[in-house]
Protein backbone atom coordinates (compact mmCIF):
# COMPACT_ATOMS: atom_id res chain seq x y z
CA UNK A 1 0.00 0.00 0.00
CA UNK A 2 1.63 3.23 -0.98
CA UNK A 3 1.46 5.47 2.65
CA UNK A 4 2.58 8.76 3.26
CA UNK A 5 5.77 9.17 5.25
CA UNK A 6 6.44 11.33 8.04
CA UNK A 7 10.11 11.75 9.77
CA UNK A 8 10.64 11.96 12.87
CA UNK A 9 7.95 10.17 14.69
CA UNK A 10 8.81 11.57 17.85
CA UNK A 11 10.62 14.74 18.67
CA UNK A 12 12.09 15.93 21.97
CA UNK A 13 14.06 19.28 22.31
CA UNK A 14 14.46 22.10 24.46
CA UNK A 15 12.69 25.68 23.71
CA UNK A 16 14.85 28.02 21.41
CA UNK A 17 16.03 24.88 19.55
CA UNK A 18 15.13 24.65 15.35
CA UNK A 19 12.64 21.12 14.42
CA UNK A 20 12.43 20.35 11.05
CA UNK A 21 10.10 17.96 10.25
CA UNK A 22 9.48 15.84 6.91
CA UNK A 23 7.04 14.43 4.76
CA UNK A 24 7.47 12.43 1.57
CA UNK A 25 3.74 12.30 -0.03
CA UNK A 26 2.44 9.51 -1.62
CA UNK A 27 4.09 8.94 -5.05
CA UNK A 28 2.29 10.54 -7.85
CA UNK A 29 -0.15 12.75 -5.36
CA UNK A 30 0.27 17.20 -6.32
CA UNK A 31 -1.09 18.35 -3.17
CA UNK A 32 0.61 18.14 0.12
CA UNK A 33 -1.41 19.49 3.76
CA UNK A 34 0.37 20.15 7.02
CA UNK A 35 -2.01 19.96 9.83
CA UNK A 36 -1.39 20.10 13.62
CA UNK A 37 -3.76 18.19 16.19
CA UNK A 38 -4.10 18.89 20.21
CA UNK A 39 -6.28 17.90 22.50
CA UNK A 40 -7.59 22.01 22.91
CA UNK A 41 -7.79 22.85 19.04
CA UNK A 42 -8.28 19.19 17.30
CA UNK A 43 -6.71 19.26 13.78
CA UNK A 44 -5.69 22.52 12.38
CA UNK A 45 -4.72 23.08 9.10
CA UNK A 46 -1.92 24.99 8.50
CA UNK A 47 -0.61 25.13 5.12
CA UNK A 48 -0.87 23.74 1.87
CA UNK A 49 0.91 22.81 -1.36
CA UNK A 50 0.03 21.97 -4.88
CA UNK A 51 2.63 21.53 -7.23
CA UNK A 52 5.45 22.51 -4.83
CA UNK A 53 3.63 26.19 -4.75
CA UNK A 54 2.11 27.45 -1.27
CA UNK A 55 -1.84 27.80 -1.76
CA UNK A 56 -2.39 28.78 1.68
CA UNK A 57 -0.39 28.98 5.06
CA UNK A 58 -2.78 31.04 6.83
CA UNK A 59 -3.30 28.80 9.68
CA UNK A 60 0.34 28.83 10.11
CA UNK A 61 2.70 31.25 12.75
CA UNK A 62 4.60 33.11 10.25
CA UNK A 63 7.05 34.57 12.46
CA UNK A 64 8.62 30.87 13.70
CA UNK A 65 7.26 28.41 11.12
CA UNK A 66 8.05 27.82 7.35
CA UNK A 67 6.94 25.31 5.01
CA UNK A 68 8.32 23.88 1.96
CA UNK A 69 8.31 21.36 -0.94
CA UNK A 70 12.00 21.63 -2.54
CA UNK A 71 11.00 18.80 -5.21
CA UNK A 72 8.17 16.60 -5.24
CA UNK A 73 8.96 14.19 -3.35
CA UNK A 74 9.53 15.95 -0.28
CA UNK A 75 7.76 18.34 1.91
CA UNK A 76 9.23 20.38 5.24
CA UNK A 77 7.53 21.98 8.13
CA UNK A 78 10.38 23.70 10.11
CA UNK A 79 9.95 25.35 13.43
CA UNK A 80 12.32 28.41 14.65
CA UNK A 81 12.89 28.73 17.43
CA UNK A 82 10.43 26.09 19.31
CA UNK A 83 8.48 26.92 21.81
CA UNK A 84 6.64 24.84 24.66
CA UNK A 85 3.12 26.08 22.64
CA UNK A 86 4.15 24.21 19.63
CA UNK A 87 3.94 20.86 21.53
CA UNK A 88 1.61 18.81 19.59
CA UNK A 89 1.19 16.43 16.51
CA UNK A 90 2.07 16.97 13.36
CA UNK A 91 -0.08 15.51 10.00
CA UNK A 92 1.12 15.32 6.72
CA UNK A 93 -1.33 14.27 4.56
CA UNK A 94 -1.02 14.19 0.55
CA UNK A 95 -3.86 13.65 -2.37
CA UNK A 96 -3.94 14.05 -5.93
CA UNK A 97 -6.06 17.36 -6.98
CA UNK A 98 -7.59 15.56 -9.80
CA UNK A 99 -11.35 15.25 -8.59
CA UNK A 100 -13.16 14.43 -5.21
CA UNK A 101 -10.43 12.54 -3.84
CA UNK A 102 -10.02 11.77 0.40
CA UNK A 103 -6.73 12.76 2.17
CA UNK A 104 -4.20 10.17 2.74
CA UNK A 105 -2.23 10.97 6.24
CA UNK A 106 0.84 9.61 7.80
CA UNK A 107 1.56 9.11 11.14
CA UNK A 108 2.25 12.26 12.10
CA UNK A 109 5.11 13.37 14.05
CA UNK A 110 5.04 13.43 17.85
CA UNK A 111 6.62 17.18 18.90
CA UNK A 112 7.45 17.75 22.78
CA UNK A 113 9.18 21.22 23.48
CA UNK A 114 10.70 21.33 27.01
CA UNK B 1 -18.98 20.66 12.43
CA UNK B 2 -17.14 22.23 15.20
CA UNK B 3 -14.16 21.44 16.97
CA UNK B 4 -15.34 20.10 20.50
CA UNK B 5 -11.50 20.74 22.13
CA UNK B 6 -10.80 18.60 25.09
CA UNK B 7 -14.04 16.52 26.22
CA UNK B 8 -14.72 14.29 22.56
CA UNK B 9 -17.83 12.50 22.55
CA UNK B 10 -17.99 8.93 23.25
CA UNK B 11 -19.78 6.25 22.55
CA UNK B 12 -19.39 2.96 24.33
CA UNK B 13 -20.62 -0.35 22.40
CA UNK B 14 -20.76 -3.98 23.19
CA UNK B 15 -18.85 -6.02 20.76
CA UNK B 16 -21.07 -7.78 18.30
CA UNK B 17 -23.50 -5.10 18.31
CA UNK B 18 -23.89 -2.30 15.58
CA UNK B 19 -22.22 1.37 16.42
CA UNK B 20 -23.72 5.16 14.54
CA UNK B 21 -21.69 8.10 14.85
CA UNK B 22 -22.97 11.13 13.69
CA UNK B 23 -21.60 14.23 12.31
CA UNK B 24 -23.32 17.79 11.80
CA UNK B 25 -21.52 19.30 8.71
CA UNK B 26 -21.44 23.33 8.62
CA UNK B 27 -21.49 24.33 4.79
CA UNK B 28 -24.27 23.99 2.63
CA UNK B 29 -21.68 24.26 -0.27
CA UNK B 30 -19.88 21.05 0.40
CA UNK B 31 -20.34 18.73 -1.69
CA UNK B 32 -18.26 15.78 -0.65
CA UNK B 33 -17.55 14.29 3.03
CA UNK B 34 -15.23 11.86 3.89
CA UNK B 35 -15.14 9.41 7.59
CA UNK B 36 -11.89 8.73 8.76
CA UNK B 37 -10.70 6.63 12.12
CA UNK B 38 -7.75 7.73 14.15
CA UNK B 39 -6.05 4.75 16.53
CA UNK B 40 -3.64 5.45 19.33
CA UNK B 41 -0.61 6.75 17.82
CA UNK B 42 -1.56 6.62 14.14
CA UNK B 43 -2.98 9.04 11.73
CA UNK B 44 -5.80 9.66 10.48
CA UNK B 45 -7.08 6.93 8.04
CA UNK B 46 -9.74 6.55 5.22
CA UNK B 47 -12.71 4.64 6.08
CA UNK B 48 -15.02 6.04 3.34
CA UNK B 49 -16.45 8.86 0.93
CA UNK B 50 -19.98 9.95 0.04
CA UNK B 51 -20.78 12.56 -2.96
CA UNK B 52 -23.05 14.85 -2.43
CA UNK B 53 -25.89 13.30 -5.39
CA UNK B 54 -26.11 10.19 -3.23
CA UNK B 55 -27.72 9.63 -0.08
CA UNK B 56 -26.12 6.07 1.02
CA UNK B 57 -22.53 4.59 0.52
CA UNK B 58 -21.43 0.91 1.70
CA UNK B 59 -18.14 -0.06 2.46
CA UNK B 60 -17.47 -3.41 4.27
CA UNK B 61 -19.11 -3.30 7.28
CA UNK B 62 -19.87 0.09 7.40
CA UNK B 63 -22.32 2.82 5.86
CA UNK B 64 -22.48 6.35 5.03
CA UNK B 65 -25.59 7.98 5.03
CA UNK B 66 -26.17 11.87 4.24
CA UNK B 67 -28.98 13.86 4.48
CA UNK B 68 -28.29 17.10 2.90
CA UNK B 69 -31.55 18.82 4.20
CA UNK B 70 -30.49 18.60 7.36
CA UNK B 71 -26.56 18.98 7.27
CA UNK B 72 -26.13 15.58 8.63
CA UNK B 73 -23.60 12.43 8.28
CA UNK B 74 -23.39 9.64 9.76
CA UNK B 75 -21.11 6.41 10.07
CA UNK B 76 -22.43 2.48 10.92
CA UNK B 77 -20.42 -0.03 12.06
CA UNK B 78 -22.14 -3.38 11.90
CA UNK B 79 -20.88 -6.03 14.21
CA UNK B 80 -18.72 -3.66 16.07
CA UNK B 81 -15.10 -5.64 16.90
CA UNK B 82 -12.93 -4.48 19.75
CA UNK B 83 -10.05 -3.09 16.58
CA UNK B 84 -12.86 -0.67 16.01
CA UNK B 85 -11.90 1.32 19.13
CA UNK B 86 -11.10 4.44 17.94
CA UNK B 87 -11.68 8.16 17.28
CA UNK B 88 -13.78 8.57 14.28
CA UNK B 89 -13.60 12.09 11.86
CA UNK B 90 -16.05 13.41 9.72
CA UNK B 91 -14.94 15.66 6.98
CA UNK B 92 -16.53 18.11 4.56
CA UNK B 93 -14.89 19.27 1.47
CA UNK B 94 -17.17 23.00 0.23
CA UNK B 95 -16.99 22.52 -3.71
CA UNK B 96 -15.19 25.94 -4.05
CA UNK B 97 -12.53 24.70 -1.41
CA UNK B 98 -10.10 22.54 -3.99
CA UNK B 99 -9.10 19.80 -1.69
CA UNK B 100 -9.28 21.24 1.25
CA UNK B 101 -11.37 19.95 4.58
CA UNK B 102 -13.04 21.03 7.07
CA UNK B 103 -12.98 18.82 10.66
CA UNK B 104 -15.27 17.73 13.07
CA UNK B 105 -14.10 17.52 16.38
CA UNK B 106 -14.39 13.04 16.82
CA UNK B 107 -15.76 10.96 18.42
CA UNK B 108 -14.59 8.24 20.33
CA UNK B 109 -15.67 4.71 20.30
CA UNK B 110 -15.13 2.65 22.83
CA UNK B 111 -15.84 -1.23 21.97
CA UNK B 112 -16.74 -3.73 25.41
CA UNK B 113 -16.05 -7.11 25.28
Redesign the interface.
Known sequence: DAR?TQTPRHKVTEMGQEVTMRCQPILGHN?V?WYRQT?????E?LA?F?NRAP??DSGMPKDRFSAEMPDATLATLKIQPSEPRDSAVY?C?S?N?GG?????????TRLSIL | GE????HLPTLSVQEGDNSIINCAYSNSAS??F?W?KQES??????II?I?SNMDKRQGQRVTVLLNKTVKHLSLQIAATQPGDSAVY?CAE?PRAA????T?G??TRVLVKP
Open positions: VTFMMQGLLYRLDFAVSSQPQHFGDG | SVGLDYIYGKGPQFDRFNGNKLFGG
